[in-house]
Structure formats: structure tokens, C-alpha cells
């Protein structure tokens, strides 16, 4: 005859495997993978630690850098001129009395055609300040985001689309009129499309140390499945904004050392100021 478990067992078995189901806490490091490109296929393993990678969320932090990054992108170039700016004699237009008219004092009055502006837009700074701390968790939060989602994508240094060598072939004497920006258009749709980086997944953000030629021109045909920019580009609402982020290795680790200042110390033991945690370090692969 079988036995049956008593309830209170059943039920703290259940608990136990809702605890170890629940979430996945790293102690000091998450892996990373290293791709390939455009084949995205994995090289090698590192480990980064959480501070860098796996922060929790936090969306007031997020606003405040995107608002502050926007603030600062105005330009404040609008500049109207004043009835003190404007060119003219300042002499009094008609006698105060007498005209049977309303009273006017020179051409530069606002109520007149071609007069100064009152209260009109003047050169100003749109700039506000935000903690540089703050600002900088800001970033590896952004990238703690898109890492815990699966959509932070590290590949090798010097990615670059490969073409066709029949393109390569043919692109400068007979792909004319159109049809190189054509080609390019169809076969990086492609590429996106079989990858997963394109439009139906979200658009794709391509981060590199530089321009690459060949992924930039692609990328300028295809604008609604994403763009490429370069690391000194790239700000807290593009990697926000994308579906996908694919970046260097180079760049991300530029990144994090740009954006680390909360995590450096600012006290020196033996003459030596104490740094953060290491930027990756690699497990397997060469």
C-alpha cells in the first residue's frame, strides 16, 4: 500500500523549490559571453562583477540621467533682439499731443512693425547638474538592465559586417544609380532578421571604438531596424531605448571604467588609491 507524505512535508518541499526557483543572486560575479561577429557565435567566457552588471533597478536613477542628458543637449541658441537691439533712429515718431492718435515713442516700440520683441527667447543655458556618482550607477544600471534581460550582446574587438565578395567585386564599377544603397538595404535586413537584432525583435544599437565602415553603411540604409554609433556617442537613453544593445568588448569595458567613480575609493593604503572591481576577467577561450 503506498504512503503518502504528510502535508506539512509536501508543503515545505514546495517552499523550498519556489526559494531556489525564485531568483538567481550572484555573490561578486555574473558571466559573460563573447561573440563573434556578424556569426554571433560564442568565444569565450568572463566574469565581470555585480557591481558593474547585475545592479538591481532603479528607475528613479534612469530618469534623472535621461533627463539630465537631454538638458544638457539644448542648445539655447534662440535670440530674438529687444527695442534696445534693434536699428533705427530712436527719434519720438509723431508729437505726444495733438494727432488725435494713440501716443508712440520710437520705431523700435513693440507695438510697431518690425520693432523689438518683448519677452521673446534669449541666448540661456539649459543645463542643469546631476551627482557624478549618480550619474555614473545611471550607466551600469542601464547596462545591469539590458544584461539581466538577455539583450546586452558583447562581441570581439573590430566588429565588422562581412559582405558578399561578388559585392565586393562589383559594388565600385557597376553598382550604380541606387543600387549599392539598395543591396546593402536588403542583405543587412537579412542579416538582422536572422540573427534576431531586427525590427520584429526591437531596434539594434551597434556600439564600436570607431567607425567601421562597412556596419555604419549598412546600418545608415536600414535606420528603422537600428543604428551604429561609436562609444563616444553613446549616452544612458540609447541603451534605453533600443531593443538590443551589441557592443564591443573594447567598449564596454571603456564604459565601465568611465563610469565607475562611486566604486573607487578615494583613500590611498601604501601610496596606492584602492580601485574597483576588476573589469572582466576571462575563463575560458583564448
Known amino acids: 500500500m503506498a504512503t503518502v507524505a504528510p502535508v506539512a512535508d509536501i508543503t515545505r518541499s514546495a517552499t523550498d523549490a519556489g526559494v531556489i526557483l525564485e531568483s538567481w543572486q550572484p555573490t561578486s560575479t555574473v558571466p559573460v559571453s563573447v561573440h563573434s561577429f556578424p556569426s554571433l557565435e560564442p ?40 527695442r534696445w537691439e534693434v536699428s533705427g533712429s530712436k527719434r519720438k515718431i509723431r508729437p505726444q499731443k495733438g494727432s488725435g492718435r494713440a501716443r508712440l515713442g520710437t520705431r523700435q516700440s513693440p507695438m510697431l512693425r518690425g520693432g523689438g520683441k518683448t519677452f521673446g527667447p ?12 549618480v550619474y555614473d550607477k545611471a550607466w551600469r544600471t542601464a547596462l545591469s538592465y539590458r544584461y539581466r534581460r538577455g539583450e546586452l550582446v558583447i562581441c570581439e574587438d573590430g566588429m565588422e559586417l562581412i559582405l558578399p565578395p561578388d559585392y565586393e567585386m562589383l559594388a565600385a564599377k557597376f553598382l550604380k544609380d541606387g543600387l549599392k544603397e539598395t ?41 528603422w531596424e537600428g543604428e551604429a554609433i561609436d562609444v563616444d556617442d553613446v549616452d544612458v537613453k540609447d541603451l534605453l ?46
Open 122 to 133: 534669449r541666448h540661456r543655458d539649459f543645463g542643469t547638474d546631476l551627482n557624478r556618482k
Open 183 to 223: 543591396y546593402l538595404q536588403k542583405y543587412m535586413t537579412g542579416v538582422l532578421g536572422a540573427l534576431g537584432l531586427g525590427r520584429a525583435d526591437g531596434r539594434t544599437l551597434f556600439v564600436t571604438g570607431d567607425r567601421r565602415e562597412k556596419l555604419w553603411s549598412a546600418m545608415e540604409q536600414v535606420p
Open 43 to 82: 568565444t569565450s567566457l568572463e566574469h565581470w562583477s555585480v557591481q558593474h552588471l547585475y545592479l538591481p533597478l532603479r528607475r528613479d536613477i534612469l530618469h534623472a540621467a535621461v533627463i539630465y542628458e537631454a538638458d544638457n543637449s539644448r542648445q539655447g541658441t534662440a535670440h530674438v533682439k529687444t
Open 241 to 286: 531605448e533600443k531593443g538590443k544593445v551589441v557592443m564591443e568588448r573594447s567598449v564596454l569595458k571603456e564604459l565601465i571604467q568611465r563610469h565607475q567613480s562611486d566604486l573607487v575609493s578615494k583613500i590611498f593604503v601604501n601610496g596606492v588609491r584602492v580601485g574597483g572591481p576588476d573589469l572582466g576577467t576571462r575563463v575560458l577561450g583564448a
